[in-house]
């Protein structure tokens, strides 16, 4: 088996002798949007696909990798020529005194064998100081977690994989969410991921 990971946008030219490729694909996740003495909303997660596709021997595909998203802005799309591809997450919207900025709406999967969605970002809280999670890229375990929705003066995290969404935590700081289900509480504590129970 040969592996190539693409960090950046580029081609693929397919080598002598294969005729099938497995291709996975995670769109690029959307920023949390930075506000002045509110909190925004935190961005979505990206969105993943995978699938096996018959190919021919010298065949390019332009290999295109998302961009993450600058401050409220949306995470770009991958994709695999025109096999396949994930849309980015979603930015976060912008929090004021009277309205909420909300979490980025996460991204999906388009193609292949297995799609999965990204989680939604958290939503920030009018009158909340604390700041809120970003959704969890999907996976091939499944959708994203959702981020954590910040409550006065507290902040959430971010969320896991296979729908580990984080569960907000009213008396202080949670982690991320894990691979096997919802954060733990981690009360006045900044630090850490989800537990994996």
Same mark, same amino acid.
């Given at each position: ?19 099938? !490729? ?19 909303? &935190?961005?979505?997660?990206? %969105? ?34 025109? !096999? ?7 930015? &976060? ?7 909420? &900025?909300?979490? %980025? ?8 064998? !297995? ?25 091939? !375990? ?33 982690? &991320? ?15 850490? %991921?989800?537990?994996?129970?």
């Amino acid at each position: 088996w040969l592996w190539h990971v693409y960090a950046q946008t580029g081609m693929f030219t397919v080598p002598t002798g294969v005729t099938k !490729l497995r291709v996975r694909v995670v769109g690029a996740g959307g920023g949390g949007a930075t506000t002045s003495g509110f909190p925004g909303g &935190g961005g979505g997660g990206g %969105g993943y696909a995978h699938g096996e596709f018959d190919v021919a021997p010298g065949a390019n595909f332009m290999v295109t990798v998302g961009a993450g998203g600058a401050s409220g802005v949306a995470g770009g799309a991958s994709s695999f020529g025109s !096999l396949i591809s994930a849309t980015g997450g979603g930015g &976060g919207g912008v929090g004021s005194a009277s309205s909420p &900025g909300a979490g %980025g709406t996460g991204g999906s999967g388009i193609g292949g064998d !297995l799609q999965s969605s990204g989680g939604n970002g958290g939503t920030s809280s009018a009158a909340s100081i604390g700041a809120s999670g970003g959704g969890a890229a999907g996976s091939q !375990l499944g959708r994203g977690g959702h981020g954590g929705s910040a409550t006065g003066t507290y902040s959430q995290g971010g969320g896991g994989v296979n729908a580990g969404d984080v569960i907000t935590n009213p008396k202080g700081m949670s982690g &991320g969410g894990s691979a096997f289900g919802p954060n733990g509480f981690m009360a006045y504590s900044p630090s850490g %991921g989800g537990y994996a129970f």
